[in-house]
């Protein structure tokens, strides 16, 4: 299974972005990220079905992430972006398990990343 995830790019504090992640065969999706010198964090999960999403407290009210199973597409909006935002972002997914997780293990298969610059 190879993600792909793509959207990435430099915007003002305020701004939007959507990231779009394609990946056939998978079950539960994640976005993390990774800012330098910071460790990887949980940013979002969408269950296999669509119908469950968590969200880490950072992104909570401004991210949301959703899935359209036909075309193999998890995408993440991201809304009033903050240049805390600024990090590469990276999809996974999981083989296993159906249900929305924040656990990183969880996860078999990730993404290269995309990178997401917020300009004050």
């Known amino acids: 299974v190879q993600l792909q995830a793509s959207g990435g790019g430099l915007v003002q504090v305020g701004g939007s972005l959507r990231l779009s992640c394609t990946a056939s065969?998978?079950?539960?999706v994640a976005w993390f990220r990774q800012a330098p010198g910071k460790e990887r964090e949980f940013v979002a999960s969408i269950s296999r079905s669509g119908a469950t999403t968590i969200y880490g407290d950072s992104v909570k009210g401004r991210f949301a992430t959703s899935r359209e199973n036909a075309k193999n597409v998890v995408d993440l909006q991201m809304n009033n972006l903050k240049p805390d935002d600024t990090a590469v972002y990276y999809c996974?997914?999981?083989?296993?398990?159906?249900?929305?997780?924040?656990?990183?293990?969880?996860?078999?298969?990730w993404g290269q990343g995309t990178q997401v610059t917020v300009s004050s």
């Open positions: 065969g998978v079950y539960a």
């Open positions: 996974a997914a999981s083989r296993n398990y159906l249900s929305a997780h924040e656990e990183a293990d969880r996860y078999d298969y």
